[in-house]
Structure formats: C-alpha cells, structure tokens
C-alpha cells in the first residue's frame, strides 16, 4: 500500500492551505484518504474517482468535524467554503455539539437518550410487562407440551 503523505507536513500548507489541499492529489493505489487538519478535529475525507469512458482523475474533498475518530458533522465541500471558512464552521459545530462544561463529551448521549425516554414516557419497560403478564396468567409461559 502506498505511503499517503499528510497536508500539514507539506511546505506552504500555513501560509496558503486553500491552494494546498485544492492540488492534492493521492498516489497510486489509493482511492480515499482521511487526514486531521487540526487539533480540534477539522478533517479532510479525500475520495478518488475514476470517469469509466476517459483516464480523468476526479477528487471530491469535504471538511468534517470529527471527535474520537468518529464523524461528527459534515462542514461542507472545498468548492462551497475556504479553509477558514471551515475553521469558523468548525468552532460553530464545536459549540452545538460539544458540552460546554466538558470538551470531550457530546452534548447528546445514548445516557441522555436514555433519560429523556424515562422521564417522558408513561409505558413501562417490556420487561416489566412481561413479568406483569406472568403474574396475572401463568400458565401461557408454560410449554404446551409438559403437563404439571
């Protein structure tokens, strides 16, 4: 497999990271290629296509904010916003996302899903219902076939 090489190691990537990323390109035997911008967590997906009918080498590249190698929001595509473009959309989706108390944790959690389902909803849980069942006929858990 080829050695992909990172855009924040080529030279000029601070001074005009636009022009950077617009002539990347992905060497041979590599269609697609994801790589961390910043710190933060502003990601670049590059993805390779080929045309069928000539050899033209497309490339679709697309800023994400990802958080923990997971994606998070996708922040729009190199032709639609700049490089800081997607920085200040970046830190927008940061604060929508992220807890304000705690960087590293999202706003929004299967505990907090969790909750929210327990405080809102008046149904109980289907195993409590399913223990309710049994108390009230207890012969329908039994199987047909063994007799008491």
């Given at each position: 497999?080829?050695?992909?090489?990172?855009?924040k190691?080529?030279?000029?990537?601070?001074?005009?990271?636009?022009?950077?990323?617009?002539?990347?390109?992905?060497?041979?035997?590599?269609?697609?290629?994801r790589q961390?911008?910043?710190?933060?967590?502003?990601?670049?997906?590059?993805?390779?296509?080929?045309?069928?009918?000539?050899?033209?080498?497309?490339?679709?590249?697309?800023?994400?904010?990802?958080?923990?190698?997971?994606?998070?929001?996708?922040?729009?595509?190199?032709?639609?916003?700049?490089?800081?473009?997607?920085?200040?959309?970046?830190?927008?989706?940061?604060?929508?996302?992220?807890?304000?108390?705690?960087?590293?944790?999202?706003?929004?959690?299967?505990?907090?899903?969790?909750?929210?389902?327990?405080?809102?909803?008046?149904?109980?849980?289907?195993?409590?219902?399913?223990?309710?069942?049994?108390?009230?006929?207890?012969?329908?858990?039994?199987?047909?076939?063994?007799?008491?």
């Amino acid at each position: 497999m080829p050695v992909v090489e990172k855009l924040k190691s080529k030279s000029g990537f601070k001074s005009f990271p636009d022009r950077i990323i617009a002539e990347y390109t992905l060497p041979v035997g590599t269609n697609e290629s994801r790589q961390v911008l910043t710190d933060n967590g502003l990601c670049l997906k590059i993805v390779k296509t080929h045309s069928r009918k000539s050899k033209k080498v497309r490339y679709e590249k697309t800023y994400y904010f990802a958080k923990g190698g997971k994606l998070i929001s996708r922040l729009g595509s190199i032709k639609d916003m700049s490089y800081k473009q997607a920085l200040e959309a970046l830190s927008v989706a940061r604060s929508q996302k992220l807890d304000s108390t705690d960087d590293r944790k999202l706003k929004t959690s299967v505990r907090d899903v969790f909750n929210l389902y327990m405080l809102t909803n008046e149904r109980k849980w289907a195993a409590k219902r399913f223990i309710k069942n049994m108390v009230l006929k207890p012969n329908s858990l039994r199987p047909s076939r063994i007799k008491p």
